[in-house]
């Protein structure tokens, strides 16, 4: 990515991440903009949504703000407007990452007390 690309990320996850934060987060639900990837020609930009809502459906949260990318996007507009010619296409994804950490701690635990069983068993 070129530096120019990289900048105009930065601003879109700044401003992006408090337009949702502000208007489209539910209550008890948290929305983080963890990533920005704006294509080189900066017509599209591909916002990387974190959603934490523990007892609600995340899915229905990320469905929401896919359904009100056009609003998102003309809010985003007013407030970097003057930054950029064309304000890019945004491609909501959904960003698995912080499962994945879970999952993963989850397994090394596993491992580790088994270790710890093996080892205890075999100094008995």
Do not use: C, W
């Not at 105009?8 to 502000?22: H, M, N, P, T």
């Not at 974190?50 to 990320?62: L, N, W």
């Not at 959904?94 to 088994?114: H, P, S």
């Amino acid at each position: 990515m070129s530096i120019r690309t990289e900048r105009l990320g930065a601003v879109i996850q700044r401003d992006l991440g408090k337009i949702i934060q502000k208007s489209y987060q539910a209550s008890g639900s948290f929305i983080t903009v963890t990533k920005v990837e704006v294509t080189p020609d900066l017509l599209i930009a591909k916002v990387h949504l974190s959603v934490y809502a523990p007892g609600k459906d995340e899915d229905a949260i990320f469905e929401h703000l896919q359904e009100q990318k056009v609003t998102i996007r003309k809010t985003l507009a007013e407030k970097i407007r003057h930054q950029v010619r064309r304000i890019p296409e945004l491609h909501f994804i959904n960003d698995q990452t912080a499962e994945y950490v879970e999952k993963m701690e989850g397994l090394f635990q596993k491992i580790r007390r088994e270790r710890e069983e093996r080892h205890g068993d075999a100094e008995e």
